[in-house]
């Protein structure tokens, strides 16, 4: 049974710095697009970035210059290092696997920008 496993959130001031992580029970981890989504209360769910299977990277403009996205295919494991978090960026944050004939979540993890 695939896992997508998140961890890495939590309670951050503004300004702050959050990793996230998800660790995926994937065969063949090195072939899967992978993405990190986010969703707020009455928002519709939103790519933040993503990192195909050969690195390529792609972020939405509001996350720009502030969050990375990066893989470590040894660990089956993708990040998120967010920095110069704002109160904006409250959500829940899901892992994305997917290639063109499957797809797959996490179940999320929480992050909240607030003083």
């Known amino acids: 049974q695939v896992q997508l496993v998140e961890s890495g959130g939590g309670l951050v001031q503004p300004g702050g710095s959050l990793r996230l992580s998800c660790a995926a029970s994937l065969s063949a981890f090195t072939f899967y697009n992978m993405g990190w989504y986010r969703q707020a209360p009455g928002k519709q769910r939103e790519l933040v970035a993503a990192i195909t299977a050969d690195e390529s990277t792609n972020y939405a403009d509001s996350v720009k210059g502030r969050f990375t996205i990066s893989r470590d295919n040894a660990k089956n494991t993708v990040y998120l290092q967010m920095n110069s978090l704002k109160p904006e960026d409250t959500a829940v944050y899901l892992c994305?696997?997917?290639?063109?004939?499957?797809?797959?979540w996490g179940q999320g993890t929480q992050v909240t920008v607030s003083s």
């Open positions: 994305n696997a997917a290639t063109v004939l499957r797809t797959y």
